[in-house]
């Protein structure tokens, strides 16, 4: 089993829609961050949440920790062509130093 | 942030051969970790290299499938040995910086083994 999971696994979604990814688990983290993989690419880091609670936007993404940090989601706003990716949540465990977990992936298609 | 560089970017090797693969980076970092990734799927740590001591191996994955050097703090290369065409997958390596271990990765190696 994994450490992190997301939800939904595949999303398909129409450009201009909303939508929510969550990402999972039942260990305390001491930060999460999402990242976005295109084809061919390595993962691109887009935010790191530290605090319990916390909330941080880029854009039309709204990243949000949870208030125990055991979880996180991302809201996208009119998503658009350019969103279609591969996301990532990822965070170290408080317990164990530098081990870093990933999620299990949440893959975003959006239709012009 | 660091800039990540990796070679080749993508292979097709016969079974049984090996492949080295070279991460390079544009400042001195302590840690560099190597990943393995099917396409569209998550990606699964191999190991992390720290300059001047063994790489650490994640259950699953052994030393001598998978040796790793780190000669000094910009550069790690990763070889996958004895290749077998379950091998085929994406190679990342990446590195930590700052306290919030963030992980900034090179654009992968695409192995493919037949």
């Known amino acids: 089993t994994q450490l992190l999971e997301q939800s939904p696994q595949f999303l398909s979604i129409q450009e201009g829609e909303n939508l929510t990814v969550y990402c999972n688990s039942s260990?305390?983290?001491?930060?999460l961050q999402w990242y976005r993989q295109e084809p061919g690419e390595g993962p691109v880091l887009l935010v790191t949440?530290?605090?319990?609670?916390e909330v941080k936007k880029l854009k039309r993404l709204t990243f949000q920790f949870g208030d125990a940090r055991k979880d996180s989601s991302l809201h996208i706003t009119a998503a658009q062509p350019g969103d279609t990716g591969l996301y990532l949540c990822?965070?170290?465990?408080?317990?164990?130093?530098?081990?870093?977990?990933f999620g299990t992936g949440t893959s975003l298609t959006v239709i012009p | 942030s660091a800039v990540i560089s990796q070679k080749p970017s993508r292979d097709i090797c016969q079974r049984g051969t090996s492949l080295t693969i070279q991460c390079q980076v544009d400042?001195?970092?302590?840690?560099m970790f190597w990943y393995r990734q099917q396409p569209g799927q998550s990606l699964t740590l191999i190991a992390t290299?720290?300059?001047?001591?063994?790489?650490?191996?994640e259950s699953g994955f052994v030393i001598d499938k998978f040796p790793i050097s780190r000669p000094n703090l910009t550069f790690s290369t990763l070889t996958v040995s004895n290749m077998s065409p379950e091998d085929s997958s994406i190679y990342l390596c990446?590195?930590?910086?700052?306290?919030?271990?963030?992980?900034?990765f090179g654009p992968g190696t695409r192995l493919t083994v037949t």
């Open positions: 990822a965070g170290g465990l408080m317990s164990t130093g530098n081990q870093f977990y």
């Open positions: 400042s001195q970092v302590t840690m």
């Open positions: 290299a720290n300059q001047g001591s063994e790489a650490t191996y």
């Open positions: 949440v530290v605090t319990g609670g």
């Open positions: 990446s590195t930590s910086t700052g306290s919030s271990y963030e992980q900034y």
């Open positions: 260990s305390v983290f001491s930060s």
